[in-house]
């Protein structure tokens, strides 16, 4: 069962081919299309402005992002205090609210007419409304990132925390150094590559954004490929931009696969070798209990709250029952097939066969490209396509492929169908190659295997997977915009519509209903994790 096979290698080559195909069509047409006085105007005018906010805009996430999750993994890895088993996993929960929902809420809540500013200009503390910063332009967007980005950061510097052996600590100690020493010079630096990795998801997540940018008026590089597409109506041009988004993001993902490899490197193995962690009591527990629930506040509660108060008092939106139709449909459809591509690159990976674990590797590219680079390319491949069909039909074909819901589940996969193959991979790692062998012997097939032993074991991570391209699928806006079908809107393009016409009282029930659509997944999936954590 180890040895190379030619079937687990051709689903890690079609996962391959599923991630590589909208990114290679983006880089063709850049490449053949002439160029347009468009571009040249954009170069003239506000392409600097893009990349400006672009960076504004991640590295203002990546910062904030990390201090607040290294802040918040070490407390819950190395102290005990009240109310840590709830914060190890609630801590995760801001990653099911999209930042655009979050950026609705919080300039909402931050602008000059929001219930921020009102009490106190109203009570005659105008100065304080003065130096009260509202949620809004790259710095904003930034902030904004950074509340519901930093379980990236939270979860990898909490294993990385729980996973330091405590001779090293007691050897520093021993040498006369004091806690601070200790922290400083021997446990950050240690965790230093893991953080690295999460912060690296983090830009690659801020780098891809369309709908916070947009609504809180800080255009990065998403928001002109959009533009170019929409507004010019150049795919051509979309697609050049798209390369200079896709270098960015490239950049973030290969800093992510260089840290995590490092992060590997000197881990301890086993359960003996874990850190104590100190017991706190009194002030100092409640102050930990405080610390730890302010993430969760900015990233979940203040925003959502203030969209609660909108969607209770503001006149209802229309629509959000067949926009969620379509959301789940999509997303379903999605996951599923996602965790089908993600257990065969799983397979082709343990096939021991060298193209079935580079395409496999090859296929974890798809995630970081962003959605819009995904969806531009997509409609190129399907565009053409299209034009091949009609040729051979000899006429224009019946359907408009790139206007199809299978166009838009293609840009989903090629993004997303990465995020399913880690979970499944690891799910597969538990088979070990002695149960293969000993039913084997006992004359079980190669299909019965599969059914009767890796099946129960891996059932639960292809599920964890399914989930979370679930989860990925029902927050994604800029493809969704771009290569959505006629007359079939999402929960994602519909709040954001709403938000674009300055009604956000009617954007905010669905925006609503996206994050408790999410919120039972991320829950279970955030629970799965903690369970995966020494304690």
Request: net charge positive; charged share 10%; with cysteine.
């Amino acid at each position: 069962m180890t040895g190379a096979r030619p079937g687990p290698a051709l689903f890690g080559g079609l996962a391959a081919l599923v991630a590589a195909g909208p990114i290679l069509a983006v880089a063709w047409l850049a490449l053949t299309a002439p160029w347009s006085d468009y571009l040249v105007h954009l170069a003239t005018t506000r392409l600097a402005g893009y990349v400006g906010n672009t960076l504004i805009v991640t590295v203002t996430a990546m910062a904030l992002a990390g201090m607040i999750g290294v802040t918040a993994g070490w407390m819950v890895a190395r102290l005990e205090f009240t109310g840590r088993r709830f914060f190890e996993w609630a801590l995760a929960l801001p990653l099911a609210v999209p930042a655009y929902v979050a950026a609705y809420g919080w300039l909402d809540l931050t602008q000059a007419s929001g219930p921020m500013q009102t009490p106190l200009r109203e009570a005659g503390l105008v100065w304080l409304t003065d130096i009260m910063p509202v949620v809004r332009g790259p710095l904003g967007a930034g902030f904004v990132f950074a509340v519901v980005l930093y379980p990236y950061v939270y979860l990898i510097a909490r294993q990385a925390f729980a996973d330091q052996p405590p001779a090293l600590q007691q050897a520093a100690q021993t040498l006369g150094a004091t806690r601070w020493q200790v922290l400083h010079r021997v446990t950050l630096p240690l965790v230093r590559p893991a953080v690295m990795a999460g912060l690296a998801l983090v830009a690659m997540e801020s780098i891809a954004d369309f709908g916070a940018v947009a609504h809180l008026g800080a255009p990065t590089l998403t928001v002109g490929v959009v533009r170019a597409w929409a507004g010019a109506g150049s795919v051509a041009d979309a697609a050049r931009l798209a390369v200079l988004l896709a270098f960015f993001a490239y950049l973030a993902f290969a800093l992510e696969r260089q840290n995590r490899s490092r992060a590997r490197f000197g881990q301890a193995t086993g359960r003996a070798a874990r850190a104590v962690r100190h017991t706190l009591t009194h002030w100092p527990s409640a102050l930990a209990f405080m610390v730890c629930a302010l993430p969760i506040a900015f990233g979940l509660l203040m925003p959502l709250g203030r969209l609660l108060y909108l969607a209770l008092t503001e006149p209802v939106a229309r629509g959000v029952f067949a926009a969620l139709g379509n959301s789940l449909g999509l997303a379903a459809i999605t996951a599923a097939i996602a965790a089908a591509l993600g257990l065969g690159a799983a397979y082709a990976i343990r096939s021991g066969s060298a193209f079935g674990r580079l395409s496999a590797r090859l296929a974890s590219l798809g995630y970081a490209a962003p959605g819009a680079v995904a969806a531009v390319g997509a409609l190129v491949l399907f565009a053409g396509l299209q034009q091949a069909l009609d040729t051979v039909w000899g006429g224009q074909f019946p359907i408009l492929l790139s206007a199809s819901a299978g166009a838009l589940i293609f840009a989903y996969l090629s993004r997303f169908a990465a995020v399913a193959i880690a979970p499944s991979e690891s799910a597969l790692m538990r088979v070990g190659p002695s149960l293969d062998d000993a039913a084997e012997t006992l004359g079980a097939g190669r299909r019965r295997i599969m059914r009767e032993v890796h099946w129960p074991l891996i059932f639960g991570g292809i599920g964890i997977a399914a989930l979370m391209v679930f989860v990925e699928v029902m927050k994604e806006l800029p493809a969704t915009m771009i290569l959505r079908p006629f007359n079939t809107d999402t929960l994602a393009v519909v709040a954001y519509n709403y938000a674009a016409d300055e009604r956000l009282g009617q954007a905010a029930l669905p925006s609503l209903v996206i994050v408790l659509a999410c919120i039972p997944a991320m829950i279970l999936a955030a629970r799965t994790l903690t369970w995966d954590t020494p304690r």
